[in-house]
């Protein structure tokens, strides 16, 4: 090998690696722009057998299939909204007209009953507090307000763009089955092509009916944390029954977390009552709520969404979800299954001679 033919690789190999980092840098700086496409495509997969029921049960044109779709999704997503906007509205009259005093004193006796129930030698409330003379919100200063009020314009904005940009994509993606399809194609060489087409139209029916599950579990969830709070006594209990339900699209760390920010506002909402009598009961009833949900959850909607979508073993699912979190954090769990059962089906269309690939992908 002569130094010209040396030369030519090692320029070759600089230009190829200058061309990876100059589009992983353009990649990052329009992650946004994918994220819509992201959002937009699982909303597509969401409304795809709407427009497929409307179009082949009911006889619509295929824009207005589409258009009632996204007037349906419009409304869904306003009237979560509205449901947060009276409780926004309340809780800012309530921290206008909170004594601060009464309320670190009801937070202490609570603490102090805990500790005497359980008999734990708990620090007293004041070393945990670390400056029980200086409450949170008397110490505060007013000078981030303007910051803050400017953040949440940003973010209003942001919001909104993200919002209008998501549904535009969406309803071409449902209004042309085919937009996305055809991009993906230009970037696969001729021969290739009807492979990808397959493993697209399987992704497609096995994604749609994995969002539209995960839809009916939230909303299993949902009706039962609601009756567990309404049967508490929790005020605004569809919004925090809705929140905790959103939770448990994080796997396995979701519903911890929902089921502590039910216990934590069960015990402040009855502060000033007796712990044994009235907060521990109150408790264990949100926990039982939030028990039946887990076990309906576990042994009835995933399983059904799993068998109907995924199609993996729950110990594969598991690993896969454990190496996503580790790697990419709470995001990655939430995409660890759809984004797996995508390889999946590309890796059984174009390595299916490959035993690794043909034992992964034997229930596909």
Known sequence: MNPRTIAIGILRAVFILAGILVLAYFLYVIRSVI?????????????RPVVIFLRKRLKFHNTLAVITVMVLFLGILFGVISLFIPLIAEQGDNLSLLDIRAFEEKLQLLYKEASEFFGSS?????????NKELSLIE??????????????????????????????????????????Q???????PEKREQGMINSINKIKELLSRYFVGLLVQLLILFLIYTVTLLLVGIENALVIAFLCALFNLIPYLGPIIGAVIMVLLTMTSHLGADFSGVILPDVGWVL????IGQLIDNFFSQPLIFSNSVRSHPLEIFL?????????????????IPGY?????ILKEFLSENKIVQRLTKDL
């Open 122 to 130: 708990f620090p007293p409330m004041e070393e945990v507090i670390k």
């Open 182 to 188: 055809s991009s993906i194609l230009v970037l696969v």
């Open 139 to 180: 110490g505060m200063e007013m000078g981030f307000i303007p910051q803050f009020l400017n953040s949440v314009m940003s973010l209003l904005s942001t919001l909104s763009i993200g919002l209008f940009s998501v549904l535009f994509i969406s309803f071409f993606f449902l209004k042309d089955s085919k937009l996305l």
């Open 288 to 291: 039982l709520g939030v028990m």
């Open 341 to 345: 059962t995508v390889l999946k089906v």
């Open 35 to 47: 994220g819509y496409i992201i959002i937009a495509a699982v909303v597509a997969l969401i409304g």
């Open 320 to 336: 896969v979800i454990l190496i996503a979190g580790l790697l990419f954090g709470v995001v990655g769990m939430i995409l660890a």
